[in-house]
């Protein structure tokens, strides 16, 4: 899971687009109320998600803060519905809590509100939305929708690396080869020191340095 960039962009985006709504809040009354929230939500999962980033599990004081974390995502929903990052911010949550099916219902719930005209930061967040649905996708050994998904990612931000090899990961296991050496070749010459890109790329071609 690449989540721990993602949650501070989608504040940035989430910031920058709330105000007023006609929906009753739950909890949150207010724009102030509204931003204060994200601060707490982003104070709480910050660890967790560099845990769950870095492949290491999270401990119980950790899940106790995704939880609490969780509920208040619930009450931002409430107060703004059809703002698309406090479900994203559900689903990273939720993914973070190995709780996958229902994270991915979040991320397509989020999905149904991006706006049709994308600011630059909302094409990175909405890129991003695509490439954690693609990691779902491809950890459920699903690689078809794990393909349409990261495509996706790919379409809305072609100059992500990590995005360029998920994608690439992906055609692997589909044996679209040509595509995936594209896709690496790219990722590479965005961050020439990549890891993972390097170790993709040594995966096709064994003899590739």
């Given at each position: 899971?690449?989540?721990?960039?993602?949650?501070?962009?989608?504040?940035?985006v989430l910031c920058c687009s709330?105000?007023?709504?006609d929906a009753p809040g739950n909890l949150i009354r207010d724009n102030d109320?509204?931003?204060a929230t994200l601060g707490q939500v982003a104070d709480l999962?910050?660890?967790?998600f560099a845990a769950v980033h870095d492949g290491h599990p999270i401990s119980d004081n950790e899940r106790r803060d995704l939880t609490k974390a969780e509920k208040?995502?619930?009450?931002l929903i409430a107060y703004?519905?059809?703002?698309?990052g406090p479900y994203i911010l559900k689903g990273l949550t939720l993914r973070a809590l190995d709780r996958p099916k229902e994270a991915e219902r979040a991320y397509k719930q989020g999905l149904l509100y991006t706006p049709q005209t994308m600011k630059p930061e909302d094409k990175i967040a909405v890129s991003q939305i695509y490439d954690e649905i693609a990691t779902l996708y491809f950890e459920q050994q699903n690689y078809a929708q794990a393909e349409e998904h990261a495509d996706k990612a790919v379409s809305l931000s072609a100059d992500n690396p990590s995005v360029l090899a998920n994608a690439a990961?992906?055609?692997?296991?589909?044996?679209?080869l040509d595509e995936a050496r594209k896709l690496l070749t790219q990722a590479?010459?965005?961050?020439?020191?990549?890891?993972?890109?390097?170790?993709?790329?040594?995966?096709?071609?064994?003899?590739?340095?």
């Open positions: 899971m690449r989540a721990n960039g993602l949650i501070f962009g989608l504040l940035a709330c105000g007023p709504n109320q509204y931003v999962t910050r660890g967790p208040m995502i619930e009450s703004k519905p059809d703002n698309y990961s992906v055609k692997i296991q589909l044996n679209k590479a010459k965005l961050d020439p020191n990549d890891a993972r890109t390097k170790q993709l790329q040594r995966l096709i071609d064994p003899a590739a340095k």
